[in-house]
């Protein structure tokens, strides 16, 4: 069918604005029509990112120029929280369709919404502008809801730790193994998370050699965790779900690994767990389960997540571990998967990239 | 009173006699009077160590050649399991006191030794050659007991993660808050563990940019843990303790960052805890609690086990961080440490150095 | 076209044949008829490499069980010196053409292959086996010779240090600016490019945070970059080419920077040199031109070489820098490119990646 | 004699301030009376950089709060390019001498600093504020000069790169060696030479696996090598010094490779050199004459600087390569240095520090 639709990139100069362009660059169907940021408008992509040199002739162009929305079958905002709700509205008018990397659109209710942004470090004190749409977004982990996406308005793409986390546990919820509801979570991430933006923490003096943990047990990802879980849980082990969650900032460019325990609320082999798994995620092409445990490194480069499962000697506890590359399965990996299924094509268009390795 | 000590160093080349021999060369009472080794024999060390040239002129020797516990006050085995435990009952005999790096003499009892023997990946089939010296041996946890080094004919210098493990949980077992004695804690640590000896785990082809989860819930470094904070928990918590525990291997040359989540027995601040945990270490020079979440590089280079802990927002679980320099408080330092208390100095000898940063 | 040509690749489990094999698993053209090692034979390559889970179903085969040549239009030698040139002549008699990485055929005639032998650290004491079948192989740097492939029986693959500095040198010999023939050369590479068995050298405790001068004036590539630049300097700088190489080994998985210090025989600016450099490229899909110095990171992935230039401020020296992602246009990347010259295919087929920053 | 010396600490904050904060907290005679900074004035430095906790109470104060010059018996200036020639003349007026660590006081001439001012990226169109006290500052690398630091009202320690360079270099400058004065150099470089403030090149998300060349044959290190150069030289090379100078920007936070490539004047062996270099640095306790090539991370947190020399086969050309620790002998450690021959201290005082491996 050739590039017949087109895409308008709004923040695309960031890290997230970066990975959708160049796996638009190489989809089958999609054109770029629009480059949109408030940063080196007019200037080429290439010479922000010169790795992009002879790739694309792509300017820069500030939102006023070009119009948000403007001769666009979607408008992808790479952008921060607080964004896209301000143009959410009119697109809705216009009837056109968008996703989200912010968590702007990620929760069905003010009130769920509201627990997030008590949590966000830079927006709790300020109220949505849009809420009136969050019923018309999917929540953008197509591994759960893909069958939603095809008449979505809006997709509110996860968080790169909710990613890894939620592909880990939900077979364990939907089977109501999980003892109480409680999970303590370790998440290791790169540094490409914190964006492209130099700061203290992503300092190379600092961060090399390093390991940081930080917002322990305050983390704003884990707020979509709960729910989602919670939601799936529904029926079996019931009642509310408990993610106790410390991310600790690695000295690696990409990747989050999530190590995440359990205790079982029946005996259960690792072995009937992987077959479980297996099973669960059969069909889905971007989950791999793995008899050893992933490593960070597993899937760079590609959108897979890769999940193995051990348990203890009595097979009372479980250990899950799950592995993405926060900048593809965690954020522009599974927008473009998001993108293919909203638009009735191949989940994987796009996406057929071997990890990179050594 | 000068350099009247005299150290014999066996196992000379790998990292861990390499720690020591620059301990020693740097302290103000011990004298390093040899060297012994397999491999480099008749070797200058700084040969095998360029960076020591100009710091030493000691030569590597074999055990046949110098004899070992000839000419010393104290035997150093910087040596993989199995090897002190083949010359303790000569060393006894002849009276002459030794530390030991292995799990050899880490545990009071044969029986406790066996589960320790059990998970090890090479020694599980052997028996113990000097069971009967166990209990003239002391466990180097010198935050616990160093009282009993002074008259310690042997001491069993502790596992690496175990050190900031039971520094980490000691108070909350000791005031009976762990819930179910119940323990998760994914312990986060550098190459250098692994020591010298090129393996495709720490190639750095393979590691540059990776973590790698490994032994997971069967490192033999629990036994120890375990053991020690079940005895500390008698009379309060009480019962078995079960520390489950995921290792991963990071990009980074040295340190140890271990993360542990507990359900706690009651109602309690983190700022009751970080007061607690402060006087309960109160006197020990070499344990810092911070405020804020300690860092893996912040101990590099040095002695100290730095600890923090942040508690839920209902304050019924905790999660304690304590990082230290996998090869100095997890290794030589502590060594020293054990090794200054034995011979009745100050517990900072040769150790007063401020971590390396940035 | 469709798959309709076969590969058999030989020395499947190395960095080399992973690289190859994930290029021709993307191919348009090609499929792997047969994957040969030494190691691994009977596992699944996916088993070897994990990251490969859900890629390919390869099994390692050995090279008796399958025999060299079978069943296939090219063999790929991705093995060290002295492997291909064992079978080069059965394949000749058999109407098979190959390609080869190792230095067995880079070079035109005996006396030429013999200056390389002599400095290579393991081969310089024994004769070549093939060396009647020199004349009928090409020196598989296509930027210089890409029209002599689609005759050529075979194809010796060329160095890692030797890409980078020959097509960052060409155009300033084929101009006859470089004084007295002479450059000097730092090269700065990844730890891949020494494959992927542990060393000393590779173990990450020793690498990370380090940089390593070795093989310092003595190492094996030079010998062909300096051939091949006498060859071209014939009739304007003329007389021998001299390259002083030091090769330093950095702590990063992938890439070679090298830095080429040249004195000019007259007066040129840098701005006219980088137009020279464009126009001497132009046609040339994987070389780029850059305006500011390539970072090592910049190809990192793709078949790219970027180029810079700089002068001196009175523009009689110059520094050029050329970087590559040594496994790529070092190795495999290059490799695929003259193979699809050798079958007359696009020769871009099967390599056309960005590449992967951040 | 006990810390009866006093120190005065200007721009205390920085990774320089930090560095000689250290240095002076384990010095036999020096203590710090005061920390200045501009940033954190109120703070303790512990609280600034937490790896200090328990090390130091040393609170940040402000230059007006505390006065410059007051209370002690030397002033260390670890601040930018022209702050300390603001507080020289009033210094020198009040007899209180000063080591400063930018380029004010580097040259004996006004003129020899201006070339020096054109390249600096800041300061090239500003005038020196007290350029008549040149003549009373010495040019602070100890191996040439420190027989003038006892007299030294000022020293103007050298720059981290021309540390290297020029201790490579001398020895066969002295000797008339250099063919034209000429040297190519490829500096190799950590991150922590640009300081602590966060900025784009040393994104961790950009650095890591990354190498960046930066000021091309434009560094303003070089003046101060080619002038020490060249007055070395007088009556035997003679004439102009030419440093053509590349650094590159590495993924390591400490540590300066330089790589020298001359052509000798005369034939000579790499044996004779090195016997030659031993003899010149004789005496001279922080130069490490290798006969293998030093390595990045050989002298690291060490005051070393380690030299070895490869020549070509026909010993018409060498290549010496230098390593130091860029923040010790090439910033704080050379600065301890120059004091305590100011003070007429032992030349070590302070700096009895082995390298920290692995």
Not at 126 to 136: E, I, K, T, V
Not at 145 to 159: H, L, Q, S, T, Y
Not at 197 to 224: G, M
Request: glycine fraction near 10%; include cysteine; aromatic fraction near 6%.
């Amino acid at each position: 069918m050739g590039k017949q639709l087109r895409a308008q990139l709004i923040g695309a100069t960031g890290y997230g604005g970066l990975g959708i362009l160049e796996l638009l660059l190489g989809h089958p169907h999609f054109e770029v029509t629009s480059a949109v940021a408030r940063d080196d408008v007019g200037k080429r992509i290439a010479e922000v990112y010169p790795h992009l040199t002879g790739r694309t002739d792509l300017v820069v162009q500030s939102a006023d120029d070009v119009g948000v929305g403007a001769n666009c079958d979607v408008v992808i905002f790479a952008t921060p929280d607080r964004v896209s709700q301000g143009y959410a509205r009119a697109l809705a008018d216009a009837g056109v369709r968008f996703i989200d990397y912010s968590g702007d659109f990620r929760f069905p209710t003010p009130a769920r919404y509201a627990a997030y942004a008590d949590r966000h470090p830079s927006i709790s004190d300020s109220a949505h502008q849009a809420d009136d749409l969050m019923p018309r977004a999917v929540y953008g982990v197509p591994e759960l809801f893909r069958d939603r996406n095809a008449e979505a308005a809006i997709v509110g793409n996860p968080g790169c730790f909710a990613v890894g986390i939620i592909l880990g546990l939900t077979p364990l919820f939907a089977d109501g193994l999980v003892e109480d509801g409680a999970v303590a979570v370790d998440g290791l991430t790169g540094s490409s998370g914190a964006g492209k933006k130099p700061a203290p923490l992503q300092h190379f003096s600092h961060l090399n050699d390093n390991t940081v943990p930080y917002r322990v047990l305050t983390h704003q990802h884990v707020i979509e965790v709960e729910q989602t879980l919670a939601d799936l849980a529904n029926g079996s082990a019931g009642g509310p779900v408990r993610v106790d969650f410390v991310p600790h900032l690695l000295p690696v460019t990409r990747g989050i690994l999530s190590t995440m325990h359990v205790n079982l609320t029946k005996t259960v082999s690792a072995a009937s767990l992987l077959e479980r798994y297996r099973e669960f995620y059969s069909g889905h092409p971007f989950v791999r389960i793995l008899d050893t445990p992933p490593t960070l490194k597993g899937p760079l480069g590609s959108n897979y997540c890769d999940i193995s499962i051990v348990t203890s000697a009595d097979q009372r506890r479980a250990v899950v571990m799950s592995s993405i590359d926060n900048l593809m399965k965690g954020q522009s990996g599974v927008a473009m998967q998001n993108i293919n299924l909203m638009f009735g094509l191949e989940e994987t268009a796009g996406l057929d990239r071997t990890p990179v390795y050594p």
